[in-house]
């Protein structure tokens, strides 16, 4: 991974762990474009690589987007 492409993951991630609360509402490459100020094309080829590494997950309705994969281990722990 170029080291661009991976400053731009840690934005993205970084953005998805603050906007995501205990229910998992999936964010769209669109808003977090605008947060992130990552190129909107760049950031959804970024995140496909995460959701490829289990990272994030990656829903595909009409209002889906990208959450991060960590949460329900977060809730599974309580």
Sequence with gaps: MHLRTAGY???A?????GQ???VKTPSSVDASAGVTKIP???L???MQNLANADL????CVSRG???NAWSTLVT???
């Design 9 to 11: 993951a840690l934005r």
């Design 13 to 17: 991630v970084t953005c998805l762990a």
């Design 20 to 22: 995501t609360t205990w």
């Design 40 to 42: 909107r094309r760049y």
């Design 44 to 46: 959804h080829r970024v």
């Design 56 to 59: 994030v997950e990656s829903r």
């Design 65 to 67: 987007g990208y959450s």
């Design 76 to 78: 599974d722990c309580e």
